[in-house]
């Protein structure tokens, strides 16, 4: 499915596990915007934005390299985007369950390969900047993508393909190697 910001109810159809592309409009944000966020306020109209857990490389208005950083990190700064409209997060490594039940009927989280920053750049044009003194990779950089390849890996339903993955390894392992479920707990 290829999808364009700012999303609406189209994401609502999205399965964990879906691959589609993204083009559109979409902003980074790292942890010391997320923080400046909740303490000035969301910079850009945040109704059906997507946010990218991204410290990109930028040179001279040229986004060198923009790849995903571990979205984990943002779990406990991620509520009020959603609440405020945000329909999509992109990021590497899944999110915890809280934000998992947050997107449920509003959003979904889509993956991207880490280590594949270039290809992602490749992908994507600066188009301007907020919060530009938080340095380069913690700047909340304004980016237009054209056609992203991303996996949907928690939909809007509680799908959480990180989750399942997670537990079908776990199940694998105690099957293998004879092991109860419950002896690690």
Known sequence: ????????????????GDRVSLSGTIYTAR??????????GIPFDPEGAV?????????DGRLLV???????RMNALTG?????????????????????????????????TG????????????T?????????AEAVWVIEADHLPLTVGIDAHGGDLFAAT?????????QRFNIKQDTFS
């Open 1 to 16: 499915m290829n999808l364009t910001t700012p999303l609406g109810d189209e994401v609502l159809d999205l399965r964990a």
């Open 31 to 40: 942890d010391e915007a997320h923080l400046r966020m909740m303490d000035v």
């Open 51 to 59: 946010v990218y857990h991204c410290g990109p490389v930028v040179k």
């Open 66 to 72: 923009a790849g995903p950083t571990t979205s984990a």
């Open 80 to 112: 009020f985007l959603i609440d405020a409209g945000v329909r999509g997060l992109i990021g590497k490594g899944g999110m915890e369950q809280e934000v998992v039940g947050r997107l449920r009927g509003r959003g979904v989280y889509l993956a991207f």
């Open 115 to 126: 280590g594949c920053a270039v290809l992602a750049a490749a992908r994507m044009q600066v």
């Open 128 to 136: 301007g900047v907020y919060f530009e003194d938080l340095g380069m």
């Open 166 to 174: 997670q537990e079908k390894a776990k199940t694998q392992f105690h």
